[in-house]
């Protein structure tokens, strides 16, 4: 299995999640840790809390249509697990968030950003183990 490498459109991409990121710090001073957000989204606390939330998540979701007026077609996307490993990992990346009070989103921009211990633990973490799994499925496993 080969991973395609895009240095402009990672590049263009993290100045996209960083700039967000400093906008809502900035205009309401919250984190933009994905995973909190959508938790928030699901069971707000306000109606105002409420809101922000879903601007977000609106935006999030209207990028691909934004990508598509601009480009006039949306990028192949291809999968290579099966449905079953998307749904295991998903319920995997959901316990980790729970533990580690955080998404890489929250912890690798924002929190590395303000220079909280708690993020550049849980950044540390995050990245060994995604280097440990890549080994393993791709040299143990055979993915």
């Known amino acids: 299995m080969e991973t395609e490498f895009t240095p402009l459109a990672s590049t263009f991409g993290g100045l996209l999640i960083g700039a967000a990121s400093v906008l ?11 995973t909190g957000i959508l938790t928030g989204f699901l069971s707000p606390q306000s109606s105002g809390d409420w809101s922000w939330r879903a601007t977000i998540l609106a935006g999030m979701m209207c990028g691909p249509l934004v990508y598509y007026f601009i480009t006039g ?8 697990v099966s449905r079953a490993s998307m749904i295991i990992g998903g319920f995997v990346v959901g316990i980790g968030v729970t533990f580690g009070s955080g998404c890489t989103s929250g912890h690798g921009v924002c929190g590395l950003a303000r220079f909280s211990p708690r993020s550049i633990v849980a950044t540390i973490c ?18």
């Open 126 to 143: 995050f990245m060994a183990g995604t280097a440990v799994m890549v080994f393993l499925v791709r040299h143990v496993v055979g993915g």
């Open 24 to 34: 809502l710090m900035w205009a309401r001073g919250n984190v933009l840790g994905a």
């Open 73 to 80: 077609g949306l990028p192949a996307i291809e999968v290579p």
